[in-house]
Each structure stands twice: as structure tokens, then as C-alpha cells.
């Protein structure tokens, strides 16, 4: 089992940026695809990137270009780089992992793909 921890969300003003972090334990991350989910209020939880296993990436249509996944395998820790940050992308922010993906596929947006959930971090830009 993994447990995952997210932490570096917070308040900031449209425009601005924030580093979401993923800190692992239990599994190493390269044994899983993991995927950054948000959830707003009133809406529904909905995919933001994710990273496969072999290191493919993907992006929410309503992200691509500010947002930037990558992983620190030393760290066993995935991040979420935000650019550009605009009101709409206030929301819980979660990270997950899909223990079923295959190695070579991208990573896959349902969230009943994803098996294990961080506790999520708070994100909330102003305009």
C-alpha cells in the first residue's frame, strides 16, 4: 500500500504561480502511474495531469501550457507546477495513484481509475 501526502497549496493572486508537491511512502512512485485530480465546490472531481509509469505525460485541455507534472524519484515525490494561475483553478487539488495503468499508456483521467488518494491541499487564486 502507498500513502500519499500533498502539501504547497494556499492564496494567491491571479497571475501567480504554486509548486503542489506528492510526498510517497510505503511504494516507490515509478511502480505506479499518478495523476492530480481537483475538486471545486459544487463540482465534481476532475482530472488535471498525470504521469505514466514510463514518464508520459497529460493534461487537462483547461491547464495545458501553466501546468507541468513531473516527478523526484529520490524524493519518491511527484509535483505540480502552476503558472498562470487563474480563479477557475481554485479547488482541493488530490494526488492519486492508478495501480492498473499499463507501463507504456498515457495516464487515464476517470477517477475511479486511481486506487489510493492523498488528503488533498487547498488552492485558491483571487482575482
Known amino acids: 500500500q502507498v500513502h500519499l501526502v500533498e502539501s504547497g497549496g494556499g492564496l494567491v493572486q491571479a497571475g501567480g504561480s504554486l509548486r503542489l508537491s506528492c510526498a510517497a511512502s510505503g511504494r516507490p512512485i515509478r511502480d505506479y502511474a499518478i495523476g492530480w485530480f481537483r475538486q471545486a465546490p459544487g463540482k465534481e472531481r476532475e482530472f488535471v495531469a498525470g504521469v505514466s509509469r514510463s514518464g508520459i505525460t497529460r493534461y487537462a485541455d483547461s491547464v495545458k501550457g501553466r501546468f507541468s507534472i513531473s516527478r523526484d524519484h529520490g524524493k519518491n515525490t511527484v509535483f505540480l507546477q502552476m503558472i498562470s494561475l487563474k480563479p477557475e483553478d481554485t479547488a482541493v487539488h488530490y494526488c492519486?495513484?492508478?495501480?492498473?495503468?499499463?507501463?507504456?499508456?498515457?495516464?487515464?483521467?476517470?477517477?475511479?481509475?486511481?486506487?489510493?488518494w492523498g488528503q488533498g491541499t487547498q488552492v485558491t487564486v483571487s482575482s
Open positions: 492519486a495513484v492508478d495501480r492498473g495503468a499499463a507501463y507504456y499508456s498515457a495516464p487515464r483521467v476517470q477517477v475511479d481509475e486511481y486506487d489510493y
